[in-house]
Every structure is written in structure tokens, then in C-alpha cells.
């Protein structure tokens, strides 16, 4: 006995001649993931697809800027070997090199000292250089982070928060010549958004800043400032120098009201 009526079985014998088969439509099948529910399962594949493809990059460039943050700390540390040597023939970089008739003067090594600066000017350019890519990196890194909607912190670099979410908390009202503070970048006036891992919403005094310092000698401190309108990534290493301290600048906490 059949179940299938007139009608029907000619529409199935039709399709049996036409070489197709009969068969009931079944509801398609989805992947199943436990504790997921799909609704659109394309459009959540090429979600999580683009999320790891925006992950490796943030990380490829983390990756970028702790090597060029390695770059920088090997031309400081030369820099500061070069800067022995002008001190051990008591010269700077604009002393003459002959004395007063003309000769070369006898109490330095003019070759050495001549030799030393010309390595001194193309370190400082090298600097230069790999701070403008740092700066060029961390703003690529924000970006990233941003775009992969990501919590995570860059433990290496800094300790990432959005600019927008960030308020100046300290001013810079000094900073002496030739001090780790002026080779950095920074100027009198500038606002301090965040400095390494302290920033508005957890500084609570100047200790905090001093006790950062005194623990990061000859260690790179990420500093976010604002100038004007414009917000400027710098990379300061404390260290002794002439002066007092380790940075020769001088800040004073920012009152809410000026915010």
C-alpha cells in the first residue's frame, strides 16, 4: 500500500526518469560547539577568522617595537661609552682640536677624540631615527589592540591604554641641559598622560613616580605626553648623569581643575 498520492507519484516518477532522487527535504545541518550557538555560521567563521589574522599582527608588532627598543638601548649604552672616552681627554663635542697657533693640541688624542665625536653624530642620528619608528610602532600597536578589541596589556612595552581614556596628571616645570630628560624629548610645559606603568586613574604621589625611576636605571620608561594638541611617545632611560637625580627634570602634580 502506497502513502504517496496521484499526484505525488507522478512528480516522483518524473524524477526517477530524470535520474534524480526523491527524498523528503531535511533542515540543514550546522557544526555544533558546545556552549555556541550559531546563527550564521559563515559570517561567525570569518569573524574569528579576522580576529587571529588581527592578533598576529598585534603581536608581529609588539614584536617590531621591543626590537627596536633593543636597538635603542644598545646606541644609549654605546653612546654613553663613547661619552667615557671624551671625558677621559676632558673634551666635549665643540672644544678645538688645535690650540691657539694652529697645531694640534698635545695634552688629547686629537685622532681619538676626532674619531669619537664623528661615531657620537651618527648615533645620535641612528637615535633619532629609532625613536621616530618606536613612536611610529607603539601608535601601530594602539591601533591593533584596538581593532582586536583586546583587554591585554603590551607587559614588555608599556601597559596600553587609549589615549582618549588617558588625562594629563603631571607637568613638567623643569628640565635641565643635558640631562636623560632633554636627550628624551621632553619640555618644559608638557603634560604627562602616562609614565611607563603609572598613569591618572592609579598615581597617587610622587613617590610613585621616584620609586619607578630609582627601580628603572638604565631601563627604557615609556612617557605619553601632551603638547598642545598633540600627543608625543618618547622613551626615557634613567641614569646618573652631571646633575642631580637620574633624569634632571623636575614635575609637579597636575590639580583636577587644570585637566
Known amino acids: 500500500m502506497s502513502f504517496i498520492g496521484?499526484?505525488?507519484?507522478?512528480?516522483a516518477h518524473s524524477m526517477v526518469l530524470h535520474g534524480e532522487k526523491f527524498a523528503a527535504q531535511r533542515p540543514e545541518k550546522r557544526a555544533y560547539i558546545p556552549g555556541k550557538v550559531f546563527r550564521d555560521q559563515p559570517d561567525q567563521r570569518w569573524a574569528i577568522k579576522t580576529k587571529m589574522v588581527v592578533d598576529m599582527e598585534l603581536q608581529e608588532a609588539k614584536?617590531?617595537?621591543?626590537?627596536?627598543?633593543?636597538?635603542?638601548?644598545?646606541?644609549?649604552?654605546?653612546l654613553r661609552a663613547l661619552k667615557e672616552v671624551l671625558d677621559s681627554n676632558h673634551i666635549g663635542m665643540d672644544e678645538p682640536l688645535v690650540d691657539s697657533e694652529g697645531y694640534?693640541?698635545?695634552?688629547?688624542d686629537v685622532y681619538q677624540v676626532r674619531h669619537t665625536r664623528h661615531k657620537i653624530i651618527c648615533?645620535?642620528?641612528?637615535?633619532?631615527?629609532l625613536m621616530r619608528k618606536i613612536e611610529e610602532g607603539l601608535h601601530r600597536v594602539h591601533a591593533l589592540a584596538g581593532a582586536s578589541k583586546s583587554e591585554q596589556s603590551i607587559s614588555d612595552v608599556s601597559d596600553v591604554q587609549e589615549t582618549e581614556a588617558l588625562e594629563p596628571f603631571l607637568r613638567v616645570n623643569l628640565v635641565s641641559p643635558g640631562s636623560p630628560a632633554?636627550?628624551?624629548?621632553?619640555?618644559?610645559e608638557d603634560l604627562i598622560l602616562e609614565f611607563g606603568s603609572i598613569?591618572?586613574?592609579?598615581?597617587?604621589?610622587?613617590?610613585?613616580?621616584?620609586?619607578l625611576v630609582e627601580n628603572s636605571r638604565y631601563k627604557t620608561i615609556i612617557?605619553?605626553?601632551k603638547r598642545g594638541l598633540n600627543t608625543i611617545v618618547l622613551s626615557l632611560t634613567p641614569r646618573p648623569w652631571v646633575g642631580k637625580g637620574l633624569l634632571g627634570c623636575n614635575v609637579i602634580p597636575v590639580e583636577v581643575v587644570e585637566r
Open 199 to 211: 598613569y591618572c586613574r592609579n598615581f597617587k604621589s610622587l613617590t610613585d613616580i621616584g620609586k
Open 223 to 225: 612617557v605619553k605626553i
Open 123 to 129: 648615533l645620535k642620528n641612528d637615535h633619532k631615527d
Open 6 to 11: 496521484e499526484d505525488e507519484q507522478s512528480v
Open 182 to 188: 632633554e636627550t628624551a624629548g621632553i619640555q618644559v
Open 104 to 108: 694640534p693640541r698635545q695634552d688629547i
Open 63 to 78: 614584536d617590531a617595537v621591543l626590537h627596536l627598543m633593543k636597538e635603542k638601548d644598545k646606541i644609549e649604552s654605546d
